[in-house]
């Protein structure tokens, strides 16, 4: 005999989960009364958002699936950000929350919230469990989806009174899909459409998503992207998947993408996307998009073709199976000599312009720690200005080392995420860069990270601002900057220090001289190397921008650049 409490644990370790993170309350006490003992280790952070995107962390740095749990009601509610986050930027997550009991269902009682209902459509599956006895067969067939395919979120809701009960319980099982539809499989003939439509290009470019990444399939597309050796780049989930060094490289591309990159896309007649959704980020005004170019788009869920426009040839399946048939095929075809494009789109007058304006010693600032970092550390960014400068002068080719919330944009995912990753690789450096307002959305995890004693570095770029809507309100709203300014700011290093936290701040003079003094680079080694958590406050002018900038309508040639 087994309580439905201990059923989901067995269950939980049958699918290898070793670590979960969560927060307790009523309707789910009896689970957590079965934690000890049971092989999971249970993270308590300080608020459900923060355990949610602990678990996003954990799940988007090793690719397995991260898991939440919550109590009924506030506690649900409290994860709903997170749902919705792992859904846009497609991460593997199972939240399990606790349910009132089932006699109570649908009576306003105590704590009881329609979580299936509030999630339903934000989730990629979810169940509210109806009896004892299904327990081992949802939980199969939760981690099943969230895995699956393009990975999302589960909501897996369980009234009380199913975690008290006891059954006979003969053991996990394992949940089988159906097999793959038909229209699933990647197109065996697409290789030759593919080819044919290069043979007629002129200007063809590749465009490299999250897709690359979540298929594992990194080492293929990189052999792929040399032999086509067209201009190549990246969305903000793909940063790292394609060696930054190389040539035909124009790093990231959308509404704070290079210029080489947004001038390639705008040019292009011919873009071949590698797991990417074209969000309106990456394309600009969409009518505008791409205007001469036919797409070719590898993609794993049919639900995202033809979002900006019809593609001419969709290849549907996982990058892993088609990226090396289309290698196979591909070393047998000749292309045309694509050199006179390569050079005009990877030449130096489509090079970046050295950052000058205010935002020069945030950058140089982000220069400095990223190029101090040892090879793969995880840089995990929140949402804001500061994330895009650090998007942009992330250089590394570490694929899943750049990690922040792109689909959503959830200011608050940063502090907590690094919890969840810090934990996943406990010999990593997690630098987590943070704005002074996301820093505040969840601050309380500074708790957790003194509790876990995590080595985690985050630095908060000091705006004093809501920096990206203002820049949006200078540039777009005639600077009235109403409700952005937050220059009552607490002293971030004092509040770090009331966490048994140390911190200490660092001004824009310390990074106007190149290279930076000899006592400021120590301190940033210092800072990165030190096993302790630790917290730099950077002193970030109130109104430097992030450019170039492709206003919110725009086509993406419409680039605006640095003031003088
Ligand atoms: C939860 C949430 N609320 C509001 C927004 C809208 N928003 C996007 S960026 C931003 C400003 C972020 O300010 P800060 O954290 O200081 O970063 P900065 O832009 O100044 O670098 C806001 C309010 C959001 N993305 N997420
Ligand atoms: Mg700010």
Same mark, same amino acid.
């Given at each position: 005999?087994?309580?439905g409490s201990?059923?989901?644990?067995e ?5 290898g989960?070793?670590l979960?993170?969560g927060y307790?309350?009523g ?8 934690l000890?003992g ?21 799940a ?5 699936v ?21 859904k846009?930027d497609?991460v ?8 009132v ?6 009576s306003?009682?105590?704590?009881e ?6 999630t ?9 469990v109806?009896s004892?006895?299904e ?15 393009r990975?999302?979120?589960v909501?897996?809701?369980i009234p ?6 006891s ?8 949940f ?10 990647a ?7 593919v080819i044919?439509l ?24 990189r ?25 035909y !490289? ?5 509404m704070?993408?290079?210029?080489a ?13 590698f ?32 979002r900006?426009?019809?593609?001419q040839?969709p ?6 199976e088609t990226?090396p048939?289309?290698q196979t095929?591909l ?6 000599d694509f050199?006179g494009?390569r050079?005009a ?9 050295d950052p ?5 010693p945030?950058?140089?600032?982000l220069?400095?720690?990223f ?9 995990v960014a ?8 650090a ?20 200011m608050?995912f940063?502090l907590?995420?690094a ?19 996301g820093?505040q ?5 500074l708790?957790?990270i ?9 630095v908060?770029?000091?705006?004093? !601002?809501?920096?990206m809507v203002?820049?949006w ?9 109403a ?10 290093v ?19 001289? !190149?290279?930076?003094?000899?006592e400021t680079?120590d ?5 990165l190397?030190?096993?302790e958590?630790e917290l ?5 002018h109130?109104?430097?921008n992030?450019y170039?900038m ?15």
């Open positions: 005999m087994r309580k201990q059923i989901v644990l269950c939980l370790r049958a699918e989960v070793d979960v993170f307790p309350g309707a789910i006490m009896p689970l957590y009364d079965a000890a049971s092989g999971v280790r249970h993270i308590l952070t300080r608020h459900e958002q923060g355990a949610v995107f602990a678990a996003e962390g954990y988007r740095v090793t690719g397995k991260g898991v939440a749990m919550a109590t009924s009601g506030p506690g649900a509610t409290n994860l709903v950000t997170g749902i919705a986050d792992a846009m497609s593997p997550l199972v939240c399990l929350t606790g349910q009991r089932s006699a109570l269902i649908g306003d009682a105590f704590q919230t329609d979580v299936f209902g509030l339903l459509s934000m989730t990629k599956w979810s169940r509210l109806k004892i006895q327990i081992p067969e949802v939980i199969a067939e939760g981690f099943h989806w969230a895995q699956s395919g990975p999302g979120p909501v897996i809701d009380t009174d199913m975690l008290k009960a059954i006979e319980f003969s053991g996990p099982v394992t089988r899909a159906h097999a793959r539809p038909a229209d699933a499989k197109e065996p003939a697409f290789t030759d459409t044919a290069l043979q007629q290009a002129k200007k063809p470019v590749v465009l490299v998503g999250a897709g690359a990444k979540l298929s594992g399939a990194i080492p293929e597309l052999q792929l992207l040399d032999q086509l050796n067209l201009p190549t780049f990246a969305t903000v989930h793909g940063l790292g998947a394609v060696e930054p060094e190389l040539p !490289y124009l790093g990231m591309v959308g704070h993408g290079t210029r990159a947004n001038m390639a896309l705008h040019e292009t007649d011919l873009l071949l996307v797991g990417a959704r074209l969000d309106d980020r990456v394309t600009g005004d969409p009518s505008r998009f791409a205007p001469d170019a036919k797409i070719v788009h590898f993609e794993i869920d049919p639900g995202q073709l033809d900006v426009r019809p593609c040839l290849v549907i399946g996982d990058l892993a990226v048939a289309f095929e070393r047998r075809a000749s292309l045309p050199s494009w050079a789109a990877c030449g130096p007058e489509r090079a970046e312009l000058r304006g205010l935002a020069q945030t950058i140089r600032l220069d400095e720690l190029s101090r970092l040892p090879e793969n550390s995880v840089i929140d949402v804001g200005q500061h994330q895009m400068w998007a942009q002068r992330y250089h590394s080719s570490s694929p899943r080392g750049f990690i922040t919330s792109g689909g959503l944009g959830a608050g940063a907590p995420a919890i969840g990753i810090q934990l996943a690789k406990p010999e990593t450096t997690v630098l987590c860069v943070s704005g002074d307002g820093i959305m969840n601050i309380q995890e708790a957790t003194r509790r876990l004693g995590l080595p985690i570095k985050t908060i770029i000091d705006n004093k !601002y809501l920096g203002r820049q309100q200078q540039l777009f709203y005639k600077r009235n900057y409700e952005t300014d937050l220059s009552d700011n607490p002293d971030f004092e509040i770090a220090k009331a966490y048994r936290i140390p911190g200490f701040r660092l001004n824009e003079d310390a990074m106007r001289e !190149y290279p930076v003094a000899r680079g301190q940033l080694d210092r800072f190397t030190s096993t958590p730099l406050v950077f002193d970030c109130p109104e430097a992030v170039p492709v206003p919110a309508g725009a086509a993406l040639s419409e680039m605006l650049f640095e003031e003088e």
